[in-house]
């Protein structure tokens, strides 16, 4: 089966079985794989009503079509569930070599079901799958959890190979801010993911697989391959930027446009920038780079710190995690935010949220109403030795630490100061201030996945100008290309290939590469209809959740106070011009729900 390994595992931890199905090949035609599967089987499988913490939710691991053939940046494994953070769906993309992993093991899906008595992992060493018993890896770090699953493991050859996904303390303590962590080095998740995994008293999933995929026609393949390679290879971004210093690049671009939001999306303009810049990553603790399964982008940054306290080392530092550890709190001490960032993979904590829940209480308390007896301790913008504190609290789940467990829109709710929650559908901005750039302003109102930028990723349009000349300020035909994106990026996610690939490589290309594997004829039209079909479906799975169009807005800062200084000083998103027509081109009624004709339309 080309392409595929036809093969899915459902794990029920409440009777501690596991069985193997088919792959639904109808499903897998109508929507790609990854993330199209994982909205599929959550939408048939569970009520959209129900609480995500408790029994009925599920998580699905997914991996598209190209996930582990070699194709460009095809690393990709989708976890989708439903989110205690925003309380709609939730999918994050897990990179590194997981995904590749799981396929090479012979499943092309893991579904999880019910909750153990006890904590538990789950094993897989390719035909042989086993729950085991986790008691012993309950209350350790990631990096701990992993060594121990390793070292128990007869075949010290197979240990070096096997791929693990874990959650850390705040995750078993489902904190709605608990993401996944992936080799002991990058965090993924956002919204809540490791809290679910929590709940389900799963500690890990631990893969190791030794089975080949085949590919439909693999001299085509790899001659397109090859040809990718020497486009990204002369691509002047990739080696001269990315290569160099990850994402973290966009620090300077943000803040000379006018977009890097400071102390809670008060401020644009950072004092200091130069201590947390890219060349001073790299003259500090800048340390190597390292790629993803069959990605030759290398965007991960590897650093280090070597003088305590802000000793340790991880992979993934980038300019999200960098500007909501640093700029977003007034913070510029670049070793605090590298060595918080350890903490928050050490934890399973996610570091754009912790971000903009540390930020959310330091405004309450610098405005009276957090007092030093409710957080512990002086909240201050700029006081980077809050932030190591403040991380272990959350990941303990103690004192000031379970507040800001619950995240930046639960924070500024209880007490009851909602205009210093920065964020949509409950979930947190990331680090790009929308009342500048029109159309991420309205992608950030619309996603299905509250404000997340990998799911509609214009900044490389608006920001970048990689598709064109970039014009954040206006408004004209930007509903249009708001709909590109998502669609785009909703069957990227769903055929395996990592958002970051669209620095370099476009819709044609992911054709060519999806044909030349699955043996299919698909045209540019038809890949975006399956990514539409997956947002829609998305849509119709919060709706049931109880979402509605108002629900299609961003936190009261972002449309009442222009951007008070900076390049882009005035700036206003002009959010109520942009969604009628987002509404119209994407066939939904006034309301933001899908038409009759758009649901037929796409087979839904």
């Not at 989708?80 to 092309?108: R, Y």
């Not at 807005?553 to 449309?559: F, I």
């Amino acid at each position: 089966m080309n392409g595929w390994t036809g093969k899915v595992l459902r794990v029920n931890l409440t009777e501690e079985s596991v069985a193997i199905q088919d792959l639904d090949m109808e499903i897998a035609s109508s929507f790609m794989g990854g993330r199209g599967i994982g909205v599929k089987i959550l939408s048939d499988e569970i009520d959209p009503k129900a609480n995500a913490l408790e029994i009925g939710n599920k998580l699905v691991f997914a991996t598209g079509p190209l996930t582990g053939t070699g194709a460009i940046a095809s690393a990709l494994c989708s976890v989708t569930t439903k989110s205690p953070l925003t309380g709609g769906i939730a999918c994050a993309g897990i990179l590194g070599n997981f995904g590749a992993e799981l396929k090479f093991s012979g499943f092309d899906a893991i579904i999880i079901e019910g909750k153990s008595k006890f904590p538990v992992y789950l094993s897989i060493m390719d035909d042989r799958t086993r729950l085991l018993p986790a008691l012993h890896l309950w209350g350790r770090t990631t990096s701990y959890t992993e060594k121990l699953i390793k070292t128990e493991m007869d075949d010290l050859w197979k240990a070096r190979e096997m791929c693990i996904v874990s959650i850390g303390p705040a995750g078993e303590k489902t904190a709605n801010i608990a993401s996944l962590v992936h080799e002991d080095s990058m965090t993924f998740g956002g919204s809540g993911l490791g809290a679910v995994m929590g709940t389900k008293n799963l500690k890990a999933v631990a893969v190791r697989g030794t089975k080949g995929l085949k590919v439909t026609h693999g001299n085509h393949f790899l001659l397109n391959t090859s040809r990718l390679l020497e486009r990204i290879q002369s691509d002047p971004l990739i080696s001269e930027k990315v290569r160099n210093f990850g994402t973290v690049f966009l620090m300077e671009v943000l803040h000379q446009t006018g977009f890097l939001p400071v102390k809670n999306f008060q401020a644009t303009v950072f004092n200091g920038m130069k201590n947390v810049s890219s060349e001073a990553l790299s003259s500090s603790i800048l340390c190597g780079h390292k790629s993803c399964f069959a990605c030759p982008i290398a965007c991960l940054n590897i650093t280090e710190g070597k003088k305590p306290p802000f000793d340790g080392k991880g992979i993934g530092l980038d300019y999200n995690t960098i500007t909501m550890l640093g700029p977003n709190l007034g913070i510029d001490h670049l070793p605090a935010i590298a060595k918080a960032y350890y903490l928050c993979l050490q934890l399973g904590i996610d570091p754009i949220s912790v971000g903009a829940a540390i930020a959310t209480a330091t405004e309450l308390y610098e405005k009276g109403i957090l007092r030093e007896e409710d957080t512990g301790q002086s909240l201050r913008f700029g006081k980077s030795e809050n932030l190591i504190p403040l991380i272990n609290l959350v990941g303990e789940g103690k004192g000031f630490g379970c507040i800001l467990g619950t995240g930046a829109s639960r924070i500024a709710k209880d007490y009851e100061h909602t205009e210093s929650f920065i964020g949509a559908k409950g979930r947190e901005l990331p680090p790009y201030d929308p009342r500048g750039i029109q159309g991420m302003g309205l992608h950030f109102a619309t996603s299905n996945f509250g404000a997340y930028h990998l799911d509609g990723f214009s900044v490389i349009d608006e920001v970048l100008g990689i598709r064109g000349d970039p014009h954040p300020s206006e408004t004209e035909g930007k509903a249009l290309k708001v709909k590109l994106f998502q669609d785009l990026t909703a069957v990227l996610n769903a055929m395996g290939i990592c958002p970051i690939s669209l620095l370099c490589i476009w819709i044609d290309d992911m054709v060519t590469m999806v044909n030349d594997v699955l043996e299919t004829h698909y045209e540019v039209d038809d890949i975006l209809k399956i990514g539409e079909r997956i947002w829609n479906l998305e849509r119709l799975f919060n709706i049931k959740a109880g979402f509605t169009g108002a629900d299609d807005t961003l936190s009261e800062r972002m449309l009442s106070e222009p951007i008070p200084d900076g390049p882009a000083k005035g700036s206003m998103l002009h959010l109520d011009e942009l969604l009628p027509e987002y509404y119209r081109l994407r066939g939904w009624n006034g309301q933001g729900i899908p038409t009759e004709e758009k649901l037929k339309e796409l087979g839904l």
